[in-house]
C-alpha cells in the first residue's frame, strides 16, 4: 500500500516533473506521458531521475536511499534545485536574443531606409546626427582647402559604410585629427627685445653667449618679421640649464611651450606616424605635441637628440631631418595624415649632452650651441640669486631665518659636489634646509640660522670629493696635466719612473687607447732628441720605464696629456725636476709640435683651483683665450707654446744645453712665436 505522504511526493514530483520538461527542450514531451502512467512509486523516482543531467555521487544517493519516501524527498530537492538553474538559464538566453534581434532590426532599417533614399535621389547624412555634427565641426574648422577636400572625402566613405564596421571608427578618428589640429591657429610673437633680455637676465645667471645668440635671433625677427629657418641645438652637461633656456625663451616670446623627449626612441614610427593600416595607429610625436599645445607656431623642444636609437623598426635619427630642415618642412609629411603640415613657423630647440652620437647630416641642419658647463664664480651666483630664494620658499623657510655664509657655499660646490651644472647642489642646500626646518619645527633652532663651512659636516657628513692641487716642491718626473671632463675641469697628475731593464715601457692607469698612443708618441720623441736632451744614443736598451696616472680606478682619455707625458718622461731621464707651479696641456706629434686642444676655460679654471701659477698652452688655442679671458682669473700666467722644447724650457726647473732658449716677449696678437700673457 502507498503511504499518504508518498502519493503526496508523487504528485509533487510529477508536477515538478512536467515543470522540468517545458524548460529542458532536449527531454521530448512523450517522456511526460509515460510517467505520469507509472504506479510504483520506486519505479517513478528511478525513472524520474534518468532523465535529470544529474552528477555521479547525487544518482548514487538516490539509489542508496531505500525507503520510497526518502527517495521521493530527494528527488524532489533536486529537482526543485535543476528548475530553477533551468529558468535562469532560460532569462538569460531571453536577454541575449532580445539584443541580437534589435541589432538585427537597426541594421536591417537602416539598410531599407538607404535603398529607400537611393531611390529618392536624398543624401543619407541628412538624417544622420554623427554625419550632421562632423560636416558642422568641418566647416566651423575654417580648413585649408586640400585638408578639407580629404575631410570631406573621409566623411563620405563614413556615410556609405555601416556604423558598426571596424573601419567606420578608424575614419572617424582621422576625422577628429584633422578636424582638431592647429592648421591656422597661431600664437601672437612679442618682439619687445628689451623685455627678452630681461626674462632672460631674471631666468638664469651667465651664459652670455647664448643669451647673446637668442637676442641676435629676435633682433633679425623683428626686422623681418620671419622666422628664418634658425634651430638653435644647446650641446652640454647635464643641469647646466638647457632645457629651462628652452622654457625662457618660450616666455619671452609669449609662445606656448611643448617639448618631446627622445632618448631611447627607436622606432621611426615615432617621429613619422604609423600608416592607417595598423591598428591603433596614431599620428608621430610631432604633430601629436602641435595636437595637444593646440597652436603650429610653439616653441618647441627636441631633448636629448643626442640618445636616440637604431635598429630594425628604422632610423628616427634621419626622420628627423625632414622636421628640422627649413627648406623641407613646410610640407613636413606624416604618415598617418597623409597631408602635408607645415612646420615652418615652429621655433625648434633641440638639447643634447654631448654632439659626437648626432648623426653628421642632422649636425649639419642645427645651429649648435655650447654650453660648458659653470664657473665657480657662476655657482656661487647661481646659488645665491636663484637656488637659495627658490628652496627656502620651496621648504616653508623665509630669509629672515636662514643664512648661509659664503665660504660654506664655496665648500659645497668644491667639496660636497662634482658637476658641470648645479643640480646637486640644489639638492645639497635642500638636504640641509630640511634639517633647519626639523629644529625650527622642534623648536631646537636659534631665531636666524647661519650655515658656515665648519657646519656642513653635521648637515652633510664628511666632503665628498677633493680636488688636485698643486705640489709643495719641485720632483723630477712628476708633471701636472689638465683634463676635461663633463664635470668641468680637473688635474691629471703623470708620474714617470725610470729603472734598469732591458728597454720595456710600461703605461698604467686605466688608460684609453688615445692616451695610450701619446705615451708612445712622447717616448718617440725623447729618444729621437736623445743627443740634445744629453742622453745615450741607446739609453732606452738600459731602462725599464714606467708612466702612471694616478687614480687607477677612474677611466681616461684624450690626446692632450702628450706634452705632459714628454715633459715628465724627460724630466726622469735628465734628472731636472719640474717646477712645483707650472701645469701643462696639449698634444704631442712625433716632430715635438704642440697642437691644439679643446675645454680650455674648464682646463684653466682647474689649475686656478689647484693653486697653479703658470699654465703652459698650445699656441694655436690663443684665439679661444679671447674669448674667455674675462672668465680666467686675472693672476693666472698662460704661456703659448708651439713646440715641445718651448715647454721643456719653461717647465725645468733646470737648463738642458740642446734645447734653444725662449725668449720671454710681450703679448703681440700677430706674433709666430712662443708667447707669453698675463
Not at 638639447?351 to 657662476?378: F, H, K, W
Request: charged share 30%; aromatic share 6%; glycine share 6%.
Amino acid at each position: 500500500e502507498i503511504s499518504v505522504e508518498a502519493e503526496a511526493l508523487i504528485r509533487t514530483v510529477i508536477k515538478q516533473f512536467e515543470s522540468y520538461v517545458k524548460l529542458n527542450r532536449r527531454i521530448p514531451p512523450e517522456t511526460l506521458m509515460s510517467i505520469i502512467n507509472i504506479d510504483n512509486p520506486g519505479r517513478l523516482a528511478d525513472l524520474v531521475a534518468s532523465y535529470l543531467s544529474l552528477k555521479a555521487d547525487e544518482k548514487q544517493m538516490i539509489l542508496e536511499s531505500l525507503t520510497v519516501e526518502k527517495r521521493l524527498k530527494r528527488l524532489s530537492s533536486i529537482l526543485d534545485k535543476e528548475i530553477e538553474v533551468m529558468q535562469v538559464e532560460k532569462k538569460l538566453q531571453g536577454k541575449v536574443h532580445k539584443q541580437i534581434e534589435k541589432v538585427q532590426k537597426e541594421y536591417y532599417l537602416k539598410e531599407k531606409l538607404r535603398a529607400i533614399q537611393e531611390e529618392l535621389g536624398e543624401e543619407e547624412s541628412s538624417d544622420q546626427p554623427e554625419l550632421k555634427e562632423y560636416k558642422k565641426k568641418i566647416a566651423a574648422a575654417k580648413l585649408p582647402p586640400e585638408v578639407k577636400t580629404k575631410a570631406d572625402k573621409e566623411l563620405e566613405r563614413l556615410s556609405q559604410m555601416p556604423s558598426m564596421a571596424a573601419e567606420a571608427s578608424v575614419i572617424r578618428t582621422y576625422l577628429d585629427w584633422l578636424i582638431e589640429l592647429p592648421w591656422k591657429k597661431k600664437s601672437k610673437t612679442k618682439l619687445d627685445i628689451a623685455e627678452v633680455e630681461k626674462i632672460l637676465n631674471e631666468d638664469h645667471y651667465g651664459l652670455a653667449k647664448v643669451k647673446e645668440r637668442i637676442m641676435e635671433y629676435f633682433a633679425v625677427l623683428q626686422l623681418t618679421g620671419k622666422m628664418g629657418g634658425t634651430i638653435l641645438c644647446l650641446v652640454g652637461p647635464p643641469g647646466v640649464g638647457k632645457t629651462s633656456v628652452a622654457r625662457s625663451i618660450a616666455r619671452a616670446m609669449g609662445r606656448k611651450f611643448t617639448r618631446v623627449a627622445l632618448g631611447g626612441i627607436r622606432d621611426e614610427a615615432e617621429i613619422r606616424g604609423h600608416r592607417r593600416t595598423y591598428v591603433g595607429s596614431l599620428p608621430g610625436r610631432v604633430i601629436q605635441s602641435i595636437h595637444k599645445v593646440g597652436v603650429a607656431n610653439p616653441v618647441f623642444l627636441l631633448d636629448e637628440i643626442d640618445k636616440l636609437g637604431n635598429d630594425f623598426r628604422g632610423d628616427p635619427a634621419s626622420a628627423l631631418l625632414e622636421v628640422l630642415d627649413p627648406e623641407m618642412n613646410k610640407e613636413y609629411s606624416d604618415h598617418y595624415l597623409e597631408i602635408p603640415f607645415d612646420l615652418s613657423d615652429v621655433f625648434f630647440i633641440t638639447t643634447a649632452n654631448t654632439r659626437d652620437p648626432i648623426p653628421r647630416p642632422l649636425q649639419d641642419r642645427m645651429e649648435v650651441i655650447d654650453m660648458s658647463g659653470y664657473t665657480e664664480e657662476e655657482k656661487l651666483g647661481i646659488v645665491t640669486g636663484f637656488l637659495i630664494p627658490k628652496e627656502l620658499e620651496k621648504h616653508g623657510l623665509k630669509t629672515e631665518q636662514v643664512e648661509f655664509a659664503e665660504g660654506a657655499l664655496m665648500s659645497l660646490i668644491r667639496e660636497y659636489t662634482h658637476e658641470a651644472g648645479v643640480r646637486n647642489m640644489e639638492r645639497e642646500i635642500a638636504t640641509i634646509l630640511r634639517k633647519i626646518a626639523t629644529k625650527i619645527v622642534k623648536e631646537k633652532a636659534p631665531a636666524k640660522t647661519v650655515v658656515k663651512k665648519s657646519d656642513l659636516t653635521e648637515y652633510l657628513g664628511a666632503p665628498r670629493y677633493h680636488y688636485g692641487l698643486a705640489e709643495e716642491k719641485d720632483q723630477v718626473g712628476y708633471a701636472m696635466g689638465l683634463a676635461w671632463t663633463e664635470m668641468g675641469g680637473d688635474t691629471i697628475p703623470i708620474e714617470v719612473t725610470v729603472m734598469p731593464g732591458r728597454g720595456n715601457l710600461t703605461i698604467t692607469g686605466q688608460l684609453g687607447e688615445v692616451m695610450q698612443e701619446s705615451a708612445k708618441a712622447a717616448m718617440s720623441y725623447v729618444r729621437s732628441r736623445a743627443q740634445d736632451l744629453g742622453l745615450e744614443d741607446n739609453f732606452y736598451r738600459h731602462f725599464d720605464i714606467h708612466i702612471h696616472v694616478p687614480e687607477g680606478a677612474v677611466p681616461k682619455d684624450g690626446p692632450s696629456a702628450g706634452i705632459t707625458m714628454a715633459a715628465a718622461l724627460t724630466s726622469a731621464l735628465t734628472k731636472i725636476p719640474i717646477k712645483k707651479e707650472v701645469a701643462m696641456t696639449g698634444e704631442i706629434t712625433l716632430r715635438g709640435k704642440v697642437l691644439p686642444i679643446g675645454g680650455l676655460k674648464e682646463k684653466l679654471l682647474a689649475a686656478s683651483r689647484a693653486g697653479i701659477k703658470t699654465v703652459l698652452v698650445p699656441k694655436e688655442n690663443k684665439k679661444d683665450l679671447d674669448e674667455i679671458k674675462k672668465e680666467i682669473p686675472s693672476d693666472l700666467n698662460i704661456i703659448f707654446v708651439k713646440e715641445m722644447d718651448d715647454v721643456l724650457k719653461v717647465a725645468l726647473a733646470g737648463e738642458i744645453k740642446g734645447i734653444k732658449e725662449m725668449k720671454d716677449i710681450k703679448y703681440l696678437p700677430d706674433d709666430e712665436q712662443p708667447i707669453m700673457y698675463a
